[in-house]
């Protein structure tokens, strides 16, 4: 069955500093990938979907690369601020479905922007 | 305002009871989902819907019952609750391929 990881310790970066989350994923090769954030008491949601033909993807200070041959994607965030501290899910369809049938999840990264 | 609703936020059971967490979006989207997210575990699906009356087991299904008469509405059902199910349950919504939108979440704790 497929496997996410995602580094599950707390992440500590200093303000203004660049963030990098890793995701690495076995046993699949999907069509796409996604990220979500998740703040404490709080649904997850959604802030970047990259597809298999992508080696990047940006929007405003997020960036996301799609390595499908090291099975691997990274979550930059530049510039940070302690209101990008919360924790970040790494997500893929389960199947080619393009996620209709539902996400797997890793386990999540919990980055803490230090002022 | 359009978006998925869950309710209630908090629910506090006994092992044996039956207890049903709705779930209603306002997008009408197609797909409809259920997770429970544990510590250790991260979201695992539970089931999804593809359309009204169409289900499908997830990961996780063992325990539960869904249905879904109407687009807007996928309400989950544990028959007979067990502390193993004591969990922070989630419900999503999407069309085809696309992100999923989530809820803010049932707090579920069985005694």
Known sequence: SQKIEQNSEALNIQEGKTATLTCNYTNYSPAYLQWYRQDPGRGPVFLLLIRENEKEKRKERLKVTFDTTLKQSLFHITASQPADSATYLCALARYSGGGADGLTFGKGTHLIIQP | ?111
């Open chain 2, 1 to 111: 305002d359009a978006g998925i609703t869950q309710s209630p936020r908090y629910k506090i059971t006994e092992t044996g009871r039956q207890v049903t967490l709705m779930c209603h979006q306002t997008w009408s989207h197609s797909y409809m989902f259920w997770y429970r997210q544990d510590l250790g575990h991260g979201l695992r699906l539970i089931y999804y819907s593809a359309a009204a009356d169409i289900t499908d087991k997830g990961e996780v299904p063992d325990g539960y019952v869904v249905s879904r008469s109407k687009t807007e509405n996928f309400p989950l059902t544990l028959e007979s609750a067990t502390r193993s199910q004591t969990s922070v349950y989630f419900c999503a919504s999407s069309e085809w391929g696309q992100p999923q939108h989530f809820g803010d979440g049932t707090r579920l704790s069985i005694l």
